[in-house]
Each structure stands twice: as C-alpha cells, then as structure tokens.
C-alpha cells in the first residue's frame, strides 16, 4: 500500500505534447479514476506510472519515493491491461504465479497465493486451462488475479472492461469495487466510460487534453461541476445546455425564463452564460416553460422525452411511466437550486 | 477448420460428370501435368539412373565419398545452427523502431539480395592467398602473411560455412524479425511489470511464442543447405584434393568424371536424410501448430 503522487507532468512524443503539466495526489488506500474522452492522455499517465513510458517532464512519486529513474519492474506495481496480456503458453495458475516465480519465492507461497487469488476470483477450476482456452470474462479475471496475488504497492486498470459484453462489465465492476474495499490496495483506474468513473471511485480525475478539468468526488463533479466540459462529460444522459443572458434574478434563454441561483450576487446582469439543467431536473409540472414532446421514450423505472422548447431539443427525464405521446404540450419547471450557470465565454462555472 | 460454404449449382441429371466436377477436372489438370512433367519424371529418371548396386558399392568405396559425408554432416550441424543463434539475436536487434536500425536493416539485407556466382567469386577472389585483398592488407598493416584461407581444408570449409551463413543470414533474420514482430508489445509490457528482466522476457515471452518458427525454420534451412551447392563449390571447388566436398558438390564431380550413375547414387544416399527432415516439417507444419500456438 501506498499513496502515488504526480507532480507537474509533462509528456511528448515525439514534438507532439499530450500531456501539459500534471499534478495529481492519490491517497494510500485510495480508488482514483482517470476519466476523459478518447486520446485525452490518461492511458499515457498511467503508463509513466507504470514505467512504460519515459517522463518528459515533471516526476512521479510512489510513496514519497520519486521513481522516474525506475524500471517498472522495481516500481512494485502491478498492472491490468485492456487486452489483458496473459501469456499464451502458460497456463491461469503460471500466469497468476508468474511474478512470484520471478521474485524466486518458495514453490508453495506460490501455490497458496494463487489458490487464495482464485478463489477470491471463482477461478479454481480454470487453473490448468490456457488463456485461449477462457471466455473474455474468465481472461479478464486471470489478468486480474496477476495482479492480485503480488500483493503491490499499486494497481493500475486501463480499461479492463471494454472487451466485455455490457452485462459482464457491470458485474466486473462490482467485483473490481468489492475486491478493492477487501484489499485497500492504493488502485489507479483509467476508464473513458463515466458509469464506470462514477460507480467506482472514491475520487475522480476528468481529464481533456491533457489536463485535469476537476478533480474531486463523484457526486461533487456531478453536483458542482467546475466547468462545461465536466459538466457535459459527467451524467448520462448529458446536461442540457443553452446559451442565454442575465435578466432579473433569472436566465433569459430559448424565449423563456430560466430560474437560477445566484452565488455571486449582483454583477451579473446581462452577462452572456450558458444555462446547464440536468434531465431529472427538468420534472415535467403543471405551469413553467412550455415545451412540446417529440419523442417518448420509456425505460420502465423512468421515461425519457426529448421536447423542443422553441427550436431546441431538450432532455426530460422522468420518474415512473408517462401516459404523454409526441405532440403533446408539457410544462417545464427547473428547480433553481439545480441549475447550473456557465460563463459564455471561458466556460468555467459561476 | 471451418467448413467453407461453397454454392452448389444445381445438380445436373445423372449423366456421368456434373459441369461442376468437370470445371473441377479441367482447373486441376495443369498442376497434374506439371507435377507429372517436372517432379515424377525427373524425379525416376534420376532413380532408374541410379539402380545399379554397383553404383553404390564404389561410391562407398570412394574414400572422397566419405570425407564427403563427414564435410556434409559438419556444415549443415555448425553452419546452420550458427546462422539462427545469430539471426535470433540480429532479429532481436533490428524490430526496434528507430531510423538508423531501419536503414541499417536495408544494408544488410543486401548479401541475400546479389547474384551469388558473382559474388563469392569475388570472395574466393579476395581470399587467394597471394594477391587477394584480403592478405595483402594484412601484409600492409600487420606485416603479416595471411594463411592460406582455400588451400587449407579445414580453413577451406570454414570459409565456405562463412560464406554460406553471411548469404543466408539477411532471410532468416528477416523471419524471425516477422516471427517477432507477430508478439504483442503488451506481453512484454505486462513482463516488465511482472518483474522480468531482457533475459527472462526473451526466456518466458519471446522464445515460447518463437520456438515452432526456430526449429520449422531450422529444419527447412537444414533441407535447404544440403542442397547449397555455391557456398562450396564457387569457392573451393572441392579442392584441395577433392577434401572440401559435401553431397551437393559431390554430384557435379562425378558428373565431370563422366559418372551420371554415381551422381544420382550420391543423391539417393542423401535422401535418408533428407526425407525424415520433409516429413517432420510437414507434420510440423500441418498438425502441431495448433497445440503451441
Ligand atoms: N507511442 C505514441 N506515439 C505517438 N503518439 C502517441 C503514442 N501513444 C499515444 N499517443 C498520442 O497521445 C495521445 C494520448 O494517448 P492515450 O493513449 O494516452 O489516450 P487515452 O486517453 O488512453 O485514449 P483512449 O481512451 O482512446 O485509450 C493521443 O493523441 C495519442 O495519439
Ligand atoms: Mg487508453
């Protein structure tokens, strides 16, 4: 166990930067996420953390020790990749023993780690098998078994789940959650899929381009986002966002009045913003803004509409079911303590 | 293998042949042909020519048959297990991603690319003991004389298995590299985080992944070199005293001495050798592939 500390990162290939000046400390016990779009530099981060690619600039720190200098294989790290990287001609129990027999441990340490690892991971009763011989889901729970049966200061996932169905990956991801609160092993997570960020994390990193947008728990990125980018990444579905002007106590946009809050008092009047609101915030009521539906969509537990209020669609989502068919007229009322106010120009929030 | 769904034409009436099968028929028919022209015709010509038991009792007999035997058996153990010890450690050099290693790799493939009669004729050229290239600059910086690298047997066939590996290295350096090339950049990756050092990458990653290419590889060069008949004969002829011979060499001088017979004798001597070598590179590379891949 361990706490990991990024400071000023920088990285290129080549004249290319990817990576501007990262700064990031992770506590010992710690679940952090990497999130962000693809190609925004969070499987490189993780990789210099794993020693697989050099620091341009900038060092990396595992437990207080910098380790720029340090092969991977003295980081003690141990790494699950997305094509999870089992070596095709040993079997799950040498794969799993692998970096122990490395270490020259005794052969029967060997032995009772990896049993203990399988069991952990149900997969006893694939130990003689070879990886070709395994569905994804099982690959995926030997490469995780690598990784466990170290015992390292680290983990490092990079997208784990991507090769599997969807049902698959919700199930791995509990089980990626409930083996972390089991170990407490210090666990960097690269993900590009915000469920996953948001479900799994103690806190998470939103990355774009090369830069942190926010750091910060996930119902905090979700109930404060720093900004448009975070505030759009982060929920599914998105935020709805439009652009509209300060008038009164309340935002003028899309030919209505948008109730806001107002942390900064005053000042504002007239200002250009964009209004963000998030579909569940959007509850159909008996008076507000009107909006026509144009598609119903049911999903039993809830429904979600898209309504045009003027020439803009909208996202509605609503609790329970919804005797309403396109066409129709509702009325929106946002509930100001919800709505989230961006500055038009830098779009950081205000 | 999956089945290959190929759309039947409608049956035509039970009338000898579908257009089907006859299709079939005519597009088969060029490769029996060839193979009937230019393997099995050849191919009993030369074991009617050589039916004679006689022809075996004096080639036995010849001691320059056995001198010829051992020169055989000691190129293709040395020459050919030389080669792919280097061209594994060259493959290991030239799959990293640099310019210069890219433009160097054009260089030395060139050995393989030239002619051969030209170019170890200019080797055997460069190595004439009295004014080849070779011993004249050791004359001049080392006022040294050089040995006599074609007149001695034993540095004979050394020479010629020099040449021999530099002319068949750039091809099997250029496999192996494909065979390396085919292992995933994470299994490596996935090592240095397992803890493995160059050595054990090469020993629990690349040599498990590369074995079946090695030893396929080495069987098919083993086939082949029996059958290098430039390395030897453009340099040393054979010579001195007829000591430098292998089988291959072997032929061309009883054909010279007018003795077709013991040429083909020579052949058919060899193919105890060769044929195991055939049929166990074919299993190989039919059958066991699955089990190691
Ligand atoms: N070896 C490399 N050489 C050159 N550019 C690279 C290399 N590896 C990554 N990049 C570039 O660096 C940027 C970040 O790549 P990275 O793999 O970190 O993205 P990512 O956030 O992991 O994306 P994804 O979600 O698609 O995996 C990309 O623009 C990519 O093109
Ligand atoms: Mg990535």
Known sequence: ?350 | MSAIAIPHPPLAPKRGLSTWQTWGLILLAPYVLVFLVFVLYPVSYGLWLARHPESYKTLFEDPVFFTTVINTIFFLLVAVNLKFILALYLSGFFVHERRWIRWLSVIFIIPWAVPAIPTVYSIRFMLNPEWGVVNSLLFRWFQIDGPNWLTDPQLAMAMAMLVHIWKALPFWTLILMAGRLAIPKELYEAASVDGASAWQKFKYVTWPSMRTLYVTSTLLSLIWTLGDFNSVYLLTGGQPADKTHVLATLGIRYIRLDQLDHAMATIVVALPFVLPMVYFMMKRLSGDEQKTS
Request: hydrophobic share 40%; glycine share 10%.
């Open chain 1, 1 to 350: 166990m361990a706490s990991v500390s990024f400071s000023q990162i920088q990285k290129s290939f080549g004249k290319t930067p990817v990576l501007h000046g990262i700064s990031l400390d992770i506590a010992d016990g710690e679940f952090m996420v990497l999130v962000g779009p693809s190609g925004c530099g969070k499987s490189t981060l993780l990789r210099m953390l794993a020693g697989l690619e050099d620091i341009t600039a900038g060092s990396i720190a595992i437990d207080g020790r910098v380790v720029n200098e340090l092969d991977s294989k003295d980081r003690d790290i141990a790494m699950v990749f997305q094509s999870y990287a089992l070596y095709p001609h040993m079997t799950v129990r040498e794969n799993m023993g692998f970096s122990l027999r490395l270490r020259e441990e005794k052969r029967n340490l060997i032995e009772e780690r990896v049993a203990a690892a399988a069991k952990i991971l149900n997969l006893g009763p694939y130990l003689d098998r070879y990886p070709r011989e395994l569905s994804g889901g099982q690959r995926q729970r030997v490469a995780m078994g690598r990784a466990i049966v170290r015992d390292p200061k680290v983990f490092l996932f990079d997208e784990p789940l991507s090769n599997l169905d969807a049902k698959l990956r919700v199930a791995m991801r509990s089980e990626i959650k409930a083996l972390h609160q089991r170990l407490k092993t210090t666990t960097v997570y690269v993900t590009h899929d915000q469920v996953e960020a948001m479900t799994m994390a103690d806190r998470i990193a939103v990355m774009n381009e090369g830069r942190i947008e926010q750091l910060g728990r996930p119902l905090e990125l979700y109930d404060r986002p720093a900004n448009l980018f975070v505030a759009q990444f982060i929920g599914s579905p998105a935020m709805n966002v439009f652009d509209g002007a300060v008038k009164g106590g309340a935002v003028e946009a899309l030919g209505a009045r948008w109730p806001a809050s107002f942390s900064k008092s005053g000042g504002l009047e007239g200002q250009r913003v964009k209004y963000g609101v998030r579909p569940e915030h959007l509850e159909p009521a008996s008076s507000g803004i009107a909006a026509e539906i144009v598609v119903v969509e049911p999903m039993g537990a809830e429904t979600e509409l898209v309504v045009k209020v003027g020439d803009t669609s909208l996202i509605v989502m609503t609790r329970g079911r919804s005797t309403a068919g396109p066409g129709d007229r509702i009325f929106l009322a946002p509930d100001p303590a919800h709505a989230h106010l961006f500055d038009a120009a830098s779009g950081l929030r205000i």
